[in-house]
Each structure stands twice: as C-alpha cells, then as structure tokens.
C-alpha cells in the first residue's frame, strides 16, 4: 500500500513516501473481507514454532455469519464459525507443568468462552444461569399444561417486564415480540423446553496469575452484561473471584497479578471508570467522563481514554486527571504500540478521518494515513517480525505494516513533564547577619517567648469577653446578634422643642425571610418627657427595606436638662430584647426662651 502524498501540515509527522515513512507497507488487501474491532484481535504462537499467527473474531458481513479466522501472513489457515458475535480473543497459557509452553486461545461469545488448543476445540466455559423470575416460570408452566391461552400468555408477560425487578428470559421476550397468528406455534414449540436467563460476555482481558513474566500463566477476566466482573481459574476454569458494578463493562484494563496484587479499571456504559483493586467487591475509585468511552488502554501507570468528544485523556489509577488531548476527527478504535527493544509504550488511536495517530502521553509521536477508516488495530510480534502493525478497515479490508529497525520515535508537539519555567532558580537573596542572629535568639530563647506570646494572647481573650459581657449587658448595640432575627435600628431626632419628632428607621437585614411580631419600648425618665406611645407593635418587616417609625417626644423640663431614652426592640413573649439603642435627646430651645 502507498502512503498518503501530502505530509500533515500542523505536526509535520504524516507519513508522505516510503523513504521517510518509519513503516514498511507489508500487505494491503482491501478485498480481505474481515469486519472486526481491536479486542478482537489477538497475535499468539499457536504451535510453539515461533510462528505467530493472526487470530481474527470475525463478525462478518452486516453482522451475519461470524466466524473464527486464524491468518498467517496475509493467508487465512483456519475458519470456524461461531454460534453469537465475538466479543474479545485473547491467547494465554494455561499449565505450567508442560515443556512446550504453546498458548491456547480463547474467544468470547455469547454466554460463553471457547477455548482452542492448537486450533482444536479444548473446552467450552459457560457463565452461570441467572435466576429466573418466579411469575414467567409459572405462566410458562401453565401453558405447558395448556391451562392458559397465548393471548393472555403475552398480557401477563407484559405486565411482569414493567413491574418485575428480575428481567424476563430471552424466550419470553422473543415471544412478546411475535404478531398475534405466530404465538400459539411458538408456544407449542417452546412450552415443553425449560426457560432459562442466561447473561452474555462484554469484554474479556488476561491477568497473569502468580509471575509477571511475559510467559507465566494467565487468567481470564471477563465482563457480563449484568454489571459483573469474573476471573477464571485458567486450569479448571472455575470462577475465583466476582466482582459487581454499577453499570455494564465495555472495556476492561489490568495489572499485577492474581495471586499478590492486582488493579482492574472498567470503563462502563454509564460513562463512568471504576477502579478495583484485590478483595475489593465494589469500586474503590471512579473516574466520571463527559461523554461516552471509545477506547481504554494502560500506558506505563497511566489510564488513557477516549471519548466521543474526540478527545483523550490521561488519568492516574487513583482517577487524577493529567492531561487531554482534543483530536481532528472521531476516534473509532484505540490499543497499545509497545516496542519492547526500545522500552517504548505509546498508544494508538484509528480516527474517522483515515488517520492513525500515535501518542506518548500528550505527545504526538507519529500519523499514519490509510485509505480508509481503521476500524481495529493490533500491534506485536507476526510472523517472525517483532514490530509489525495490523490494521482492519470500515471496508473489511487489511493493512499489514513492519516497524523499521531504525525508526524513532521524536516527540513533535506537547511537552511532557513539568514545564521549564519549573526548572529556573529563583533569585533567592542570601542570609543577612540580621537574619542569622535572630534565628539563634529564637533557638535559645524559643520558652520565653512562647510563655509572653501566651500571656499576650490570654490577655487579648480576656478584654474581648469583658467588652463583650458590657455590650450584652447594656444592650447597646444597634445590630442584632442573632442569626434568625437579623436586624438593625437607626434613630433620627428632629426639631427645635419643646416638641420633637423621633423617627426610628427598622430594617430587616435577612434575603429571603420576613421578619413579624416585632414589638418596641421606650425607656425615658418621665419627669423630663412624655410620649403619647411608649409601646406599639411593629409590622411585617420585608427582606431588605427600611421601614420609618415616628412619633413624638414632649420636652417636660424648663430648666435646661435632657437626658437620654433607651429604644428596646422586642420579640412577643420573650423579655430579652433582640437590639437596643440609645438616643441622646437635644436641649429644648422653646423651654429655654421662656
């Protein structure tokens, strides 16, 4: 296959001839006829010669007639069908006793996983039958007995999938779906069968079991569609461990090892990424997407996701986010490039837009161009080349390219790690003499000092409460100190005498909440003034407006005097009063002239 002629204009990394292309193009078949996604694909010596071969879990055509394809090189050697769609294939080693250290392969579909020994059919693993919903077992076994007619079979099946929490069995969903003339054959077909729930496999990856090596023995994880995750003895296939979810797992990524410690991280149709860890039945950490995941995929320590906003991300196991990266196009497919001669581990990403872009961490390392959309990416060792990329096409066509041995990978855009400003020394000044012997006089006499700071701060404590008790006691302070009755008061005296006008001007402080039963009192010395009202009721007080009080104050005294008068507002029913002021009356200028 020819690259792309037209190189990338923003990075520069487009692959536009073979001559500065760092791939060999190896085949390209657009005739290949294979529809698949990445975890469908698997690379595994299959014989133990040294021959890896290409394992395909082929959907077929619109989704009919999948089949198992096994190709080596650019040929097909092996094709079974299947009974469902595959869900993943993943190659492991399941004894250890064995010389000849040959992998088998598993693939799952449907309910279940086949597990395939030198392309032999080995043993056929099937996930445990749900529990079935006790009202559909006892229609269904009415209608065995003939006691209930098709029509009202389905009106019951039907008010049972609305209400019920147990779903309904696949038989009976398939029979509420039928027209009127085809149910009573179906019931007759299928009234004699037992009906069973059965869940199916979402996605399926390996976890070494006891040893990190790269060909120590594995288990298989697998996720259901009702929200479980299983790992599975590799010898006697039994389950070891469950694990539950909120939501369904679409993508699963995993580290460690069964038998010491592991991490598993589920990306869920929920948009949700879970975290567990062993022993843990329940996430220990989520991480919440905006959008849906496409793609998940462990590079080093870190969580790279794709999402349909055509973006990816990196987060830490512990759900931190560290970076994004937004994309040209719409990601269609994602999996890991290592090249283990090199230490280098970059993920790939297959875009809409017929672009295959390679990244380590936010660095965009390489693009390849195709003439059509990948819709699967598998990267290792095929055939006997160790670097070597496989690539499926939206067409059903297949890509086949060879890493050169001297092609790096240069980072062209993002920086990784801290920036350089991180790095720069600040012009810090040196210890001044003032300095040093101010440290030591804090070293010798660090007791005495504590002891006056403490004297000081008592003191301080003591004068605030003092001054506090004196406010309460006086009650003079023009604001209310409750948090309910949030008020404040403010007095105007008006005139020359022997009459005055008083204006008290009462708001309510609060936002949102009106303020009622609110009474006020005048305290005065009676032989110096005389107020036609020294206690009225005071209306509703809305949120925010001031409400003017009035009346008036009568000046008794021709001496010259005045005095103060105390304004109390109060709550009905209580004594103490919410707020209080005082009001320093002027000298009646009327009673002065006489």
């Known amino acids: 296959m020819a690259a792309a002629s037209s190189p990338d204009s923003d990075s520069g990394l487009a692959e536009s001839n073979e001559a500065n292309s760092k791939w060999l193009d190896a085949h390209y078949d657009p005739m290949a006829n294979i529809h698949t996604f990445s975890a469908c694909l698997a690379l595994a010596d299959l014989h133990g010669d040294g021959e890896y071969k290409l394992v395909v879990g082929d959907l077929g055509p619109a989704g009919k007639h999948p089949r198992l394809k096994v190709l080596k090189g650019p040929t097909v050697l092996a094709e079974n069908p299947l009974p469902a769609l595959p869900a993943a294939a993943a190659a492991f080693l399941m004894e250890e006793q064995h010389e000849t250290r040959t992998p088998a392969l598993a693939l799952a579909s449907g309910p279940c996983v086949y597990i395939y020994k030198n392309l032999r059919p080995y043993f056929k693993f099937s996930l445990p039958p749900l529990s079935l919903n006790p009202l559909e077992q006892d229609l269904w076994n009415q209608a065995k007995e003939d006691r209930i007619d098709p029509l009202t079979l389905k009106e019951m099946l039907e008010g049972i999938r609305e209400k019920a929490e147990v779903p309904l069995s696949v038989q009976s969903l398939r029979f509420l779906h039928?027209?009127?003339?085809?149910?009573?054959?179906?019931?007759?077909?299928?009234?004699?069968?037992?009906?069973?729930?059965?869940?199916?496999?979402?996605?399926?990856?390996?976890?070494?079991?006891?040893?990190?090596?790269?060909?120590?023995?594995?288990?298989?994880?697998?996720?259901?569609?009702?929200?479980?995750?299983?790992?599975?003895?590799?010898?006697?296939?039994?389950?070891?461990?469950?694990?539950?979810?909120?939501?369904?797992?679409?993508?699963?990524?995993?580290?460690g090892q069964f038998d010491v410690e592991f991490r598993l991280a589920a990306a869920c149709r929920n948009g949700n990424i879970y975290i567990l860890r062993r022993d843990s039945k329940r996430p220990k950490y989520c991480i919440e997407l905006s959008s849906q995941p496409v793609g998940l995929v462990r590079v080093h320590k870190i969580l790279v996701v794709g999402s349909t906003q055509d973006s990816l991300h990196g987060f830490t196991h512990k759900g931190k986010k560290l970076w994004t990266v937004q994309m040209p196009a719409a990601i269609l497919t994602m999996n890991l490039l290592e090249q283990r001669s090199r230490g280098l581990q970059a993920v790939m990403a297959g875009l809409a837009n017929g672009e295959v872009r390679i990244y380590r961490d936010k660095a965009l390392l390489n693009i390849i161009r195709t003439p059509d959309a990948v819709t699967s990416l598998c990267f290792g060792r095929y055939g006997r080349e160790d670097n070597t990329l496989v690539m499926t096409t939206r067409g059903g066509g297949l890509i086949i390219k060879i890493l050169k041995r001297t092609a790096v990978f240069v980072e062209s855009t993002g920086e990784v790690g801290p920036p350089p400003a991180q790095a720069t020394k600040l012009n810090v000044p040196r210890k001044t003499r003032l300095y040093v012997d101010q440290t030591l006089r804090e070293r010798e006499a660090g007791t005495a000092m504590h002891r006056s700071f403490q004297t000081d701060l008592y003191l301080l404590r003591l004068r605030a409460a003092r001054a506090y008790v004196q406010a309460l006691e006086s009650s003079l302070s023009p604001?209310?100190?409750t948090a309910w009755e949030p008020l404040k008061l403010h007095a105007v005296v008006q005139g020359l005498g022997p009459t005055f006008k008083l204006t008290l001007h009462l708001q309510n402080t609060s936002t949102v909440r009106p303020v009622t039963g609110l009474?006020?009192?005048?305290?005065?010395?009676?032989?110096?003034?005389?107020?036609?009202?020294?206690?009225?009721?005071?209306?509703?007080?809305v949120p925010g407006l001031s409400y003017p009080l009035e009346t008036f104050v009568e000046s008794l005294s021709n001496k010259g005097i005045s005095d103060v008068i105390k304004v109390l507002v109060l709550r009905e029913g209580q004594s103490a009063p919410l707020l209080s002021a005082y009001i320093n009356m002027p000298v009646s200028e009327g009673l002065e002239a006489a």
């Open 178 to 255: 039928l027209e009127l003339s085809e149910m009573e054959a179906f019931v007759n077909q299928h009234k004699s069968k037992t009906i069973k729930r059965q869940t199916v496999i979402t996605t399926m990856i390996t976890l070494k079991k006891n040893l990190a090596d790269e060909d120590a023995v594995s288990c298989l994880v697998l996720g259901t569609e009702n929200k479980e995750i299983l790992v599975l003895d590799p010898e006697a296939f039994t389950i070891l461990a469950k694990m539950n979810l909120p939501s369904v797992p679409v993508f699963l990524e995993v580290s």
């Open 519 to 541: 009474l006020i009192c005048f305290l005065y010395n009676e032989a110096l003034y005389a107020l036609p009202r020294a206690f009225f009721k005071v209306p509703l007080l």
């Open 479 to 481: 604001v209310s100190a």
